[in-house]
């Protein structure tokens, strides 16, 4: 039997955020989890790849690299050691749009980790002899990637429908800007980023007595306040986007794929963002979805489908990938746009959407079990401006119905809205 509307939409509580912003604009947002044995500290910067200038491409990933090689009063290695030492574990991401940094460590050791992870990410060292050999690894690592056939399908997808703006790009940059680089040009990009407003530390799990107020009172606090001129840079322009169909061949590529992509709303339209990964849902996600029931289980021409949101700043994407047979690719094509076009005509079925809203609700809710979650949530929200309740996404949903999802999202994922892009395998060409 299945779960009502009500169960299914049903509130429940979660952890409470209180926010701070302090004189230099820097931000600091706590959720305690009071039974939680942990306590993940999360540093967030405005200074992912998107912020790169000419000649720095793939300089934010590499950044957060040569962090890890320590700071000015943190050896190589001694920042790991001692959070191992702590009981603790860390690490970091670079995105398009931000890094961050992590660390979840035993709730009494918070205050301790607090001072080794700003003193590692504000006062990074970026000494030669590091920076040379790390540069290497990022090097090697992009070479690693070229090799992988899929993330070049990806890449070429988003540089053929983004390019030139900068989600077009690698985050892991450009060969020939990485070895131009050096520790001076690196240290003007964290000087030019890690500043005041673009900076949040996000603290999820048990929040010791004295943590708030000795982060408050830490390197956070004396970061300097962004200038006018530095503001001058903080706004970037909308995603520019292409509308058209291409084709290519990759080596070693072990099924042919269909992948198509539409431009959504950026991030701060948290709405639109609701709507879209409903949609996608209904359309091509799990067994029961329009596509995949479809292509898969009744004509059984695709290895597998899937449509997914990837949420950004400048302009959200969705995308589409199909996997198949070589020889099936312009049916599975004809099938995926007829099955959308139908879209625009067939009502959404109370069962399709009641299944979209257990399932994107039910991710949320279970996104937010563990410290760590919770702590990249808060923080990812929070430097964007978006003071939010972590369930706040759960109400967003309750704005959609299935007339609503049909009238006003469904349109905007057509195929002539699309950019698709076909990748055949180059050994069968």
Known sequence: MGLCHGTLTA??????????????????VTAAIPDAALTCLDFWCRG?????????????????????????RLGPGEFDRRIEALGGSSNAATGFDDVHYHVLVPSAESKEAVD???DLVLDPALEQDCFSMERDVVLEEIAQYRDQPDDQVLQTLLELCCAPHCYGRPILGWETSLRK?????????????????????SVAGTIEDGLVSHVLNSPLAALNKLTDEDLKGTTKPSLSFRCRRDSRTFPRLEAARLMMVWPVASADDQLAIAGADLATTILAEGRRSRLVQKLREELQIVESIDMDVTTLEQGSLVMLEACCPEDQIEQVEREIHQQLENSLNTAITDEEFHRAMQLVGNGHRFSLEAPGAVAASAGSQTLWGRHRDLLAPLQDLMHWNASSLRERVIPLL???????????SEDNA
């Not at 509130?11 to 600091?28: A, C, E, F, M």
Request: net charge positive; glycine share 12%; hydrophobic share 30%.
């Open 48 to 72: 992912g790849s998107a912020w790169e200038r000419s000649g720095e491409e793939g300089i934010a990933h590499f950044l957060e690299h040569m962090v890890f090689k320590g700071s000015r």
């Open 181 to 201: 680089m050096n520790p001076g040009g690196m240290r003007n990009y964290h000087h030019r980023r890690y500043q005041g407003a673009n900076c949040c530390l």
């Open 116 to 118: 080794l992870l700003l």
């Open 414 to 424: 057509q195929p002539q809205r699309s950019f698709t892009l076909i990748a055949r």
């Open 11 to 28: 509130i429940p509580s979660g952890p409470v955020l209180d926010h701070r912003t302090l004189q230099n604009g820097s931000t600091l």
